[in-house]
């Protein structure tokens, strides 16, 4: 049995005619029923609202109509088509049902009313559903969390462990919320994205600095006296580090390959601890902001690690000695520690001398979750030096940010004095600022924060075709651990060094292989004796994609691959380490019955200045040590393979070429006091060219 329809008659749907209890319960009773009524009350409203005048006593006295059946009906079906009818719509309604038009117009101000109570009921129950819901699911998560544990060794899991799916995800999402924040950027400053940290203080340009020089002139140690000196100059230089994260144009210019230095600004505004730029040295000034996956305190611990920091910019970093510490951090961290430093900044080519700098390192925290490591030069203040290379305020800041990654913006700041030895090949690279710039460096940041974050996975990503053998996640782990030391060493293989020297082979056109020799001593990692090594650059007509693609598809390995297989290898174990699957490590066995017992180990990995295939033979006995859990640095290794650099002539719409340097390394004589001889030195020679001449002759064949 339905409940009567009625409805308050008031001028104001929203007042309660000051709370009188009557009309509460009328009230209340329409806005269940959805059902108006109109009594003689309202038309004393009506008369009123025109001017009439009424005994203030009988507007208290309501009298209510209650609505027919048919009435409700036909208003009902009317408010499904049209919930806000118009004057002249409740005028025709009036007409056809009997009713004023003011009792229309109140029913469908109380329907409306109506459901939209019913609906926000609706919802709240909803949200509380839901609610209970999330709240057994977390229930749940959690216990089973506490039950977990791990599938390989069958103990308890580690809180916080994160699957590879896991990394990618959130180093993502981080990536498009930084995009996010920059399209609102964007959007508020009229195309000019703004870089949000923390506000710090903005130094003032500083007087002309003529510093003195130090008095001992040992890199060893410094004395008490001069150690303000370099205190005062690794200050300035993270306030001008500072300036140049945060200030934009006409400071920072757009270029080719991201953020370009305008030196006439930076002349009148920052110039400061280290004067005017030394005649004959060119500069290299670039910057560069990137999302990565590591914690902004790992990051800053590593880079004020000389071993940690070597290894982490392997490619770039040759030889790296921390002399002296000037200053330590306060409370037992490393907030205000000043480093004296040595180190070889190099480029993947023989025919590219090193880069020597003496600096100093001050890493120095600026707010709450906000780090600045910076470099500056100190060559100029060693007598007796003339330096190649001085680092004006280089560096990073470092910027925490939620779900383990950081966001980084790199400054790179050189002058170069090259001394008329610049090789043509490599001239618009280093110009450009694609060898050393900031990009680069950022680049590989990213590449090895990727790296590390995988090797630490629960369960790393690989297939094994055919299913020839089972790899563990330990095993996972040694071989990753075992293709990082064999990268090492390629590097060491295809730079130059201080330490090294390094001779031309003559007798051939064009650019001559470069070659020189080591000795291997009680070193696990290497075969004992004399190890020869031999690099070679060349050009090819294909953007760096294109030729790392060709050498990394297994189809097209018979077409150069002239040291180990001879013929397109089988595959045993794919390992993914990054996010693009082209970063990747590969066991494999020759087809070659002559080469039964030796496997291959390879490991391509791309970055967007540099990309790299390296590989090296190995003896299945040692294979299996590290496959069961054995140590994987006591594998002896001679890697060999191929850097694939940008030749700095990209522009927008067109690709640029590519630099090839490739590298071959060589056993010669079991005994380190061994001698080379003519026939070694001839073999390795004729190897490197050959690979060269196939790989330069497919891309020349493909050239319009």
Known sequence: MSLPNYMEPVDDVNNNNNGETDNNENENNNNMNGGASFGDEEFDSENQEYGNTQDPRAAKRKRYHRHTQQQIQEMENFFKECPHPDDNQRKELSRQLGLDHLQIKFWFQNKRTQNKNHQERHENLQLR??????????????????????????????????????????????????????????????????????????????PPFEPPMITNGSLGSVKEADKPLLIELAVGA??????????????????????????????????????????????????????????????VHRLMDVNLWSTMFAGMVGRAITHDTLLTGRQGNLDGTIHLMTAEFQVLSPLVSNRECYFVRYCKQHGEGLWGVVDISID??????????????????????????????????????????????????????QALGANRWLSALDRQCERLAIMMAPNIPSIEPGGQITVTNNAKQSLLELVERMSRGFFDGVTTSNADIWMNLGGYTGDSVKVTTRTSLNDPGRPEGLILCAAHSFWVPAPPTTVFDYLRDENNRVNWDVLFLGGNPQKLTHIFNGRDNRNCVSLLRSPNTSQSEMMMIEKSSTEPAASFLVYAPVDIPSMEKV?????????????????????????????????????????????????LTFSSVSTIESLILAAANKIKACFTQQTP
Request: hydrophobic fraction near 35%; charge should be negative; charged fraction near 20%.
């Open 627 to 675: 496959l069961n859990g054995g140590d994987p640095k006591y594998v002896p290794l001679l890697p060999s393979g191929f850097a694939i650099l940008p030749d700095g002539t990209a522009q927008p719409g067109k690709a640029g070429g590519s630099l090839v340097n490739v590298a071959f390394q060589m056993l010669v004589d079991s005994y380190p006091s061994g001698s």
């Open 380 to 433: 100029h203040l060693i007598p007796n030096l003339e330096p190649k290379c001085l680092r004006r305020p280089s560096g990073c800041l470092i910027q925490d940010m939620p779900n383990r990654v950081s966001r980084v913006t790199w400054v790179e700041h050189v002058e170069v004095d090259d001394g008329g030895e610049l090789h043509a090949m490599f001239k618009h690279l280093l110009n450009s600022g």
């Open 129 to 206: 559903e839901e609610n209970t819901r999330l709240r057994a699911d977390n229930h749940h998560f959690r216990e089973g969390l506490a039950n977990a544990s791990c599938p390989n060794c069958g103990g308890p899991t580690a809180v916080g462990e994160m699957s590879f799916e896991e990394h990618h995800l959130l180093l993502e999402n981080a990536k498009l919320t930084e995009e996010i924040r920059q399209l609102s950027e964007v959007a508020k400053y009229t195309g000019k994205a703004v870089m949000r940290y923390p506000v710090l203080p903005t130094p003032n340009q500083a």
């Open 238 to 299: 993270m306030s001008e580090l500072i300036a140049l994260a945060q200030m934009n144009e006409p400071l920072w210019k757009e270029g080719v390959h991201g953020m370009i230095l305008d030196l006439n600004e930076y002349t009148r505004n920052l110039q400061n601890g280290l004067g005017p730029k030394p005649v004959g040295f060119r500069t290299e000034a670039s910057r560069e902001t990137a999302i990565v996956f590591m914690r902004h305190m790992e990051i």
